[in-house]
């Protein structure tokens, strides 16, 4: 292995509508620099391997592992993290359905979930269950047995469509 490919790079990224730098080691994943480098800790690493969802970000639009992309790769591309989901002090109403839904417990699948399902609701306003269901089954929680998260998404796609309490 040369040695060269073990110096750090100096890479540009679009985080939350800000550009960011960060001096990162190309072996280094998006996730690892989001949360030791650039201080934004909602995205969490539960199993490493790209099967929980607990690292969702949303990269050029789209939810993907952060733990399983190298930052290197993700240079240029515009990502959003759950930080940068609320408008100023003004939550998303899939944030409000989330919190006023008791679909939160041990919160530590709750960044990826709503941000998975704010993707989802964007392309899908009128959900069914079932939809609702397969667009964040790639997101687990070991905590709500995944009803009341079903609940608050159905919930935010009313509210988002003007139907109800939550709508802006």
């Known amino acids: 292995m040369e040695w060269r490919a073990l110096e750090k790079r ?3 990224l679009h985080v939350n509508g800000r550009e960011r730098e960060a ?19 909602g995205a969490k690493e539960g199993c490493g391997l790209g099967e929980c969802g607990s690292c969702t970000v949303l ?13 290197v790769q993700a240079a240029g591309s515009e990502i959003e993290t759950i930080e940068g989901v609320a408008e100023g002090n ?29 993707h989802f609701l964007a392309d899908h306003p ?3 269950e079932e939809e609702v269901r397969r667009a964040i089954s790639g997101n687990l929680c070991r905590c709500t047995g995944y009803q009341k998260i079903v609940e608050a998404v159905l919930a935010a796609a009313k509210a ?7 709508s802006r």
Request: aromatic share 4%; charged share 20%.
């Open 23 to 41: 001096a990162v080691f190309p072996n280094r994943t998006l996730l690892e620099v989001l949360r030791d480098d650039l201080g934004l800790t």
């Open 160 to 166: 988002m469509r003007g139907g109800g309490p939550l």
């Open 126 to 128: 009128d959900p069914t």
């Open 90 to 118: 003004r939550l998303h109403p899939v944030q409000e359905a989330f919190i006023e839904g008791g679909a939160i417990q041990c919160g530590f699948c709750t960044p990826g979930m709503i941000l998975t399902a704010k």
């Open 59 to 71: 990269v050029d639009g789209k939810p993907q592992n952060a733990c399983l992309i190298l930052a």
């Open 10 to 12: 100096l890479i540009r």
